[in-house]
Every structure is written in C-alpha cells, then in structure tokens.
C-alpha cells in the first residue's frame, strides 16, 4: 500500500513539473502565432491583416505570465484545451481527435507486433545460444536500428512502391476516398499501412531482440533452470514457463514506456508517408506556434507515458515481489 | 509559400524523385461517378501547404482561406493581377466613382442564387460590409481603414470613402468574399465559429471534408451557365513538398503550384503534356534598415544594387525561375507597360562593378582590407533570410559572395521562419531579404514599399516598409495615385516613384517571385498561359483559382 501511495505521489510531482515546463517552454520561443499564420502566406496575405489576426487570435496587448499560467492549469484540469491557432476556430481537441486514430492504429499495432516479435525471436536466439538465429540476427539488427526511421522509409517507398509498384507512396488511405467502414475502405487503408509500419517494425524491433536475449543468457544460466532440464521437462516448456517469463520482466518497462509513446505518432515516418496523424500534428504545431495544439500535445503524450509507467510498476510488484520492499 | 522547405529529408528525398520511374496507382474514387451520365475524371490539385486541413470555411480566417473564396464564395468584380488590374464584373455588374473618387457606387446583380436556394441581393452585400465593420478581426484587408459608410438600396450599394480612394477598388470590390446574410446573421460570434458546411454564390460546393482531403461537386444552379464544368474537384493535403510533387508528375493531378527542382527531368520528362508557366508577380528584395549607418546612404545602397549580378543570382539560387528584377521596382514582362524608359535607363541585370566603385569613390570611401570604408563607417553587414527557404537561402549565399568580392562584407544569417519574421517586423536587422504582398497594377507594391505610413518605430511591428523609408515627397505621390482613374496619369505617377527608386534605392529588388504553376492539358482545356493570362494561376491565390477553375473546360 505504501508503495502504491509513493508511486501516486511520484506520478503527479512529475505530471506538474511537465506542466509548467510544457507552458514556459513555448513561450520563450520568439515570434507569435499569428506572425506565423501570415508567415505561412508568404506574403500573400495584404501586411495590414496581422493585426486582423492578432485580434481573432486574441493575442497582442500584455498579459500577465502568471496569471495566464494559473488560467493553464485550470484549463488542463478542467479538460479546456481552446482553440487551435493553426487550425483557427477548430478547437484542439477536435484536431487531434482527428488525428489520433491514425498513430494509435499505425504505431500501436507496430510497436505491439515488434515487442512481441522481437522478444520471442531473442528468446529463442539465446536459448540457442551459437546456433544460426543467434549468429545472424543480433549483429544486423545492431546494424538496422542504427538507420534512422526517415531513410528506411525513403528507401522502401523507393523499392516497393515507386520501383516495384507494390504500394502506394502516399497518405492514410486513397486521398480522394470517403472513410466509411466498409470492407473496400478498410483494405484501403490497411494497403497504406504497410509500408509505414513494416518501417517502424524494422527499425525497432532490433532494441527487443537485443534486450531479450541478454536478458535470457543470464536466466538460462540460473540454478532454477538447470533444475528445471535436470526433472528432464521439455525444452519448450523451460523456454516460455520458466526462463521466458521471468527474462520478460525488465523488457515490460520498456514496453510500457514505448506504448506511452505511441500517442506522440512516429514524426518521421508520418512526414515521410504523408501520414495524417498526431506525429505530424506536433511538427507543424511547433513550426506553427501553435500553442494550444502543442500545450494538448504534449499534456497527453506526458500523462500517457506516466500513466504507462505507473501501471508497469504495479505490475511488476504484482508479478514480482522482490520490488515490493525493495527501495 | 510553395517554397523549398529546409528537412532532414528533403536531400535524400530529390534524390529519390529524380530516380522516379513509374509511380504508385492511379488515385480510385471509392465514391464519386454516378451524378453526370458521362463519366469524367475528377481534377486532383496538388497544393502543398504543410497542413491537414481544417474543414472549416470561413472566407474571413487566414488559415481556412485558401479553400473557400473564389469558388464557394465570390466578391463583387474579379480584379486581374497579370493584366494591370483589368476588372472584370462579378457579382456586381457595373461599379462607378463619383464625389471625386470618395464615392463608390456597384449595381448589384440579379437572378444570383445562393447555393441553398436562397436569392442573392444588395443586402448580402452591405450585411458583409457591416460585419467587417463590427469585427475587426475578419476584415483581413483593413477596408474600413479608409471606407466611412456604406448604404444599400435597391440594386444599389453605395460606399463612400474618407478620401479619393480608387486603389481600394480592388480590396473592397475584389478582395471581399460576400455571405449569405440569412445564415451568417444567426451566428453568435463569426470569428470563432466553425463554418462546416459554407454555402456561397460561386460555381462549386463544398460536399465533403476530412483533415486529409476536400472534395467540391459542381454547383448544379450556377447563376454562370456554361461555366464550371468541372464535375469534381478535390484537394488532398500534402505534407511535404516531395510527396505534392511526386503527385504531380505522375499525372495524378493535372494542376500542381509547386516548387520542383530540375523541373525539366522531375516534371515535364516525368508525362506527356505536362507544362508548366510561371508568371512574375512582385519583387524579392533586399530591404536595408535605413537607421543602420552606411545603410542610411542612398549611395551605398545604389552601390550594393550595381555590384549585384541578378542574372548570375537567378540561375544559380532558382534554377533560374524567378526572373531578374529591376531597380524600377516594376515587374516584367507582367507589368512591361509601367516601366519608364527614362528610369530604366542604364540599368541591367548583370553587375556593373565598375559604376559602383566609382559611387562610393565619389562618396568619399576608399577600399581598406578590401572593404570599402570611410571614416569610422565600414561597409561590413549582417544579411539575413528566411531560413525555411532553401532557394532564398541559395540566393543569398550568391549576393553574399558577389557583394564581399567587390568590397562591402557581408555575413549571412538565416534564422529559424518565425525569428526572421519578428526581427524584419520590428526593424531589428541590417539587410533582409524579402518580399511584399504586390498588387495588381505596380503602384500596390511600391506603396507597401514606400509608404511612410506603413512604417512603424524600431521595436515595434511594421505591416509594410520595414526598411523605414519616409518621404514626403514620396507619401504625396503615393497619395495622389489614389486620386485619379486615368491610366495615362497613373502611369505618371508610377514613373516618378520609379526615380525615386533607381536614385534613392529605399529597397533593392533582386528576384521576382513568381506564381508557382503546372499543369497538364489533355484532359482538361483553358488554363490561363501567357497567351491568355485571365487570372493567376497558383492555387494559393484567392479568389483567383475558383476563377479559373469556373473557366476550365473538360476535354473528351
């Protein structure tokens, strides 16, 4: 219980340190947002609208930094987020409302895949520790995750759909198609999800392999699993039941930390793809001065990170009883 | 705006689009076809803006501009920039000056329809006025900066102005979207609601909108009969300026205003037809801050215009598709009718080292170290661009080594977009580079330019002018400009604005920025060329692109 209570502490000293640092930081950037918006028309737009912007913006004139900062985190508690400059008078939740979908479907299912993935092809790699697997896919994966996300994209989109013409370059589904569930749309939209996630897979799935395996050499080694192959069970079993889970618990941590994650999207590689999710969202957020929007962003991806970590620590008490007393 | 973007991708991915061979699927509407017994394709724009879109379509919100004015919404006359400001009726069918140019009267038209059903009248009209006037915040053009009443009657809607105002024709009669009066007045607050569903006068409706595209149908009660001919129209958002382009040249979308490097192997190689035509607009020019010292002589700023070999500039920093400018101010070919001869004389694009030596020589300062210096004033600058533009950076990086070459030191900066604009705002620079919105006849640039009005003190915000240019010799013929509707005596005008621009050098045109434009004609005729330039043909050019696309025609 006392634990339980600590990490509750722990989680909202943390939350509010991300708060404030979430509304400071913006504000020491130079330039406001409606100075971007005109930016953004390079010059198109006749110079006297600035002030036209500025007041539908409600910007300009001075305000009291503290006052605007207790107005924020009444705002954040209340789940008031306001409304999007960049995508003025759209209020902020409905954009990322709009976007989410995308990068929870996107990055979630590949960052799921490749932890699953990559743990089961380290265990069995140290389990055959010298064998064939264990000699190959450590050292090129040590080499692939070494890529960056965004030329691993650039580089399959090249092969698969400009070269091979396998799938399309571009987009969450055909651009000019109405989402509808329907089974032809559906298709559609997991035909442009391929290439972004197979992306993500492979750059990230190399960390779990490698965690994994290191994890599984020192169990093997473990008195329990000797034991184990001496009552002569099958290997199988001493593979998953016996080595596997307890190897597993270090890795979850991580998991939970990178599915907190998933809620930041994969900025690289939805730029590259075109991909309309939260990723991109925060890019342009930031390009933009968009306050609101990132102040949202951030808030969300914060609090889901914590939130994940929060639940792995419990979890792992729950499985594991020596973290219970340990300090 | 179709510029260039700075990215961690943007090299690896030219490199890509240049080894295209064969693109991805040809888009498939999973819904469209069915509404015209013939089917035709629908016409996919490719108009990069960094941006999933907002769905909402407000005329009045910079950032939902690009999507409603000009084909959901119209304004009363179509003022054409590429044809010095020819006027072209709209929704009103006539407009006259009267009261000495202070007053503006436009004959409404009649038998318009709102999309909805609903007739159009000179309500609609003054109600849009009247809501400009009430907020502020929507009336992007300032129009009641200089407008003092406006008052409707019959088919009438008359506006008088504080002043003789005939420049203003184009902001009040074509740079004003009208709305329906019968739905706008039911909305509590018009600059925060969100217009989801926007219904117009103009020849296409808007009929579905996600952040990842907008599809508009063809509006079947248009009061135009025989325009918009164009069953379907969509625009997909792009994110990056490679994918947009990708897009384009596969033959995806038949109109892209994009900026594709090597556009001859990226683009025209890429599918029969494809083409493309970039029409100067207005200047990109170096602005020197005049309170800085040595910046503060018109000698030293001529010298810098004469040491600067645009031509060189041009094909190095644009792959040559922005023109060289001239000192004039006056952009050509679009504007060749306003250049004076006497202040064109002598002038050329290539660099004339020679005379500016002798200048600064006649001005007393002699070449120490290789910078021209005298007295204590040393000819060394800061020069700074926007550092989101990778061709203006190229651009400068040219200047820069051309200008130290010949003895004025420069040092280039090329900070992040939003820090590059506050700075050039607020005057807190040396030189910058930049450009002005323009207008449709020269004088519109050369205001924004000149006009010591637009200026503001160092420190705080200027709107236009940002080099602090104040004359009042100049301000007068600013002023009278707007007191006449004779071309003869404009011109004049304009060429005594053009003496003040090769003998003072206030700012030093380098470039001149162009409408970004591709398209491909085999599928679908009419688009604007320099033949027949009835309209500007970018994307980002509002009303301008909902013009043109009423004036599109499908081909069989």
């Avoid at chain 2, 005298?374 to 989101?388: D, H, M, R, V």
């Amino acid at each position: 219980m006392r634990f339980l209570v600590r990490r509750l502490g722990f989680l909202l000293i943390a939350l509010w340190a991300a708060l404030t640092v979430n509304f400071f930081i913006p504000r020491l950037m130079p330039g406001n947002p409606a100075e971007a918006i005109l930016a953004q028309f390079h010059g198109r737009l006749n110079p006297s609208s600035l002030k036209a912007i500025e007041v539908a913006l409600g910007i300009g004139g001075h305000q009291n930094l503290l006052s605007s900062y207790l107005e924020y985190l009444r705002n954040t508690v209340t789940g008031n987020f306001g409304v999007s400059t960049s995508y003025f008078p759209v209020p902020v939740t409905t954009v990322i409302s709009r976007a989410l979908p995308w990068s929870l479907g996107l990055v979630g299912i590949s960052t799921v895949l490749g932890f699953l993935f990559g743990t089961a092809l380290g265990a069995v790699a140290a389990w055959r520790r010298g064998g064939w697997l264990d000699n190959v896919l450590p050292p090129s994966f040590i080499v692939i995750s070494a890529f960056p996300y965004f030329w691993v994209g650039l580089l399959s989109i090249w092969f698969f759909s400009l070269t091979l013409n396998w799938f399309p370059t571009l987009g969450g589904y055909t651009e000019t198609a109405t989402p509808t569930l329907t089974w032809g749309f559906v298709g559609d939209v997991l035909w442009h999800a391929v290439l972004p996630a197979f992306t993500i897979l492979l750059t990230s799935i190399g960390g779990w392999i490698l965690t994994m395996r290191n994890n599984m050499i020192t169990v093997v080694a473990e008195d329990y699993v000797k034991m184990a192959r001496a009552k002569g069970l099958r290997p199988r079993r001493i593979l998953w039941q016996y080595a596997g889970r307890n190897a597993l618990l270090p890795n979850l941590t991580g998991f939970a930390m990178s599915l907190g994650f998933v809620i930041s999207g994969a900025i690289l590689v939805e730029f590259v793809f075109n991909y309309p999710g939260v990723g991109f969202l925060l890019l342009q957020a930031v390009s933009a001065e968009d306050y609101p929007l990132m102040q949202a962003l951030f808030l969300l991806i914060t609090v889901a990170v914590l939130v994940a970590i929060f639940i792995s620590d419990v979890a792992t008490a729950l499985l594991d009883p020596r973290t219970r007393s340990s300090r | 705006m179709k510029k260039f973007k700075v990215g961690l991708a943007t090299s690896a991915m030219v490199l890509v689009a240049s080894t295209i061979t064969v693109v991805g699927p040809a888009a498939v509407d999973l819904t469209a076809a069915s509404a015209s017994p013939v089917a035709q394709a629908p016409l996919n724009l490719a108009n990069e803006q960094g941006t999933l879109w907002s769905c909402s379509f407000n005329p009045f919100i910079p950032s939902s501009l690009p999507y409603s004015f000009g084909l959901t919404y119209e304004s009363l006359d179509f003022v054409n920039a590429l044809q010095s400001g020819k006027v072209t009726p709209w929704l009103a069918s006539a407009y006259a000056w009267s009261n000495a140019n202070k007053t503006l009267t436009f004959t409404i038209r009649s038998g318009v329809k709102w999309s909805d059903g609903v007739p159009f009248s000179a309500a609609d009209v003054l109600y849009t006025f009247n809501l400009l006037k009430k907020y502020p915040a929507l009336d992007l053009n300032s129009v009641w900066s200089v407008l003092s009443n406006v008052s409707a009657s019959g088919n009438k809607v008359t506006m008088n102005f504080k002043s003789a105002a005939v420049p203003y024709l184009y902001y009040v009669g074509g740079q004003v979207p009208i709305v329906p009066q019968h739905l706008w007045s039911k909305i509590a607050n018009p600059v925060t609601a969100t217009i989801s569903n926007p219904v117009g006068t103009g020849g296409y409706v808007m009929s579905k909108c996600s952040g990842q595209n907008i599809k508009w149908t063809a509006n079947p009660h248009y009061w135009q009969k025989g325009k918009a001919q164009i069953k379907t129209v969509n625009m997909p958002a792009f994110l990056s300026n490679n994918t947009c382009n990708e897009y384009l040249a596969s033959g995806q979308s038949a109109w892209g205003s994009q900026f594709i490097p090597n556009i001859q192997s990226a683009y025209v190689a890429k599918k029969a037809g494809n083409s493309y035509w970039f029409p100067p607009v207005a200047n990109v020019s170096l602005f020197p801050n005049l309170t800085v010292p040595g910046l503060n002589d018109a000698k030293v700023r001529l010298a810098i215009s004469y040491a600067i070999n645009r031509s060189l500039v041009s094909k190095i920093g644009e792959y040559g598709y922005e023109p060289p400018a001239s000192q004039t101010g006056i952009v050509s070919p679009t504007f060749k009718a306003w250049v004076s001869p006497a202040a064109a004389a002598g002038l050329s694009t290539t660099a004339n080292t020679a005379k500016a030596a002798a200048i600064l020589k006649a001005d007393g300062y002699k070449l120490v170290n290789g910078v021209y210096t005298k007295g204590s004033t040393k000819l060394a600058f800061t020069l700074t661009t926007n550092g989101g533009y990778s061709d203006w950076i190229a651009s400068m990086q040219v200047v820069s080594q051309q200008l130290t070459k010949f003895g004025i030191k420069i040092t280039l900066q090329t900070p992040a977009q939003a820090t590059f604009y506050s700075n050039l705002f607020a005057g807190k620079y040396q030189l910058a580079y930049n450009t002005e919105a323009g207008g449709p006849t020269p004088f519109y640039e050369l205001r924004q330019m000149l006009f010591s009005k637009n200026s503001a003190p160092i420190g705080t915000a200027a709107s236009s002018n940002w080099e602090r240019y104040s004359n009042a010799a100049t301000d007068a013929l600013l002023n009278q400009y707007g007191t006449t509707t004779n071309l003869a005596t404009q011109k004049a005008i304009v060429a005594k604005l053009e003496k003040v621009m090769v003998s003072q050098a206030p700012v030093i045109p380098v470039l001149e920025e162009v409408d970004w434009f591709q398209f491909n004609p085999t599928h679908i005729g009419n688009f604007p060329s320099a033949a027949n330039p009835y309209a500007q043909p970018g994307l980002y050019n509002q009303p301008d692109w909902g013009y043109v696309l009423d004036n599109l025609v499908p081909k069989a």
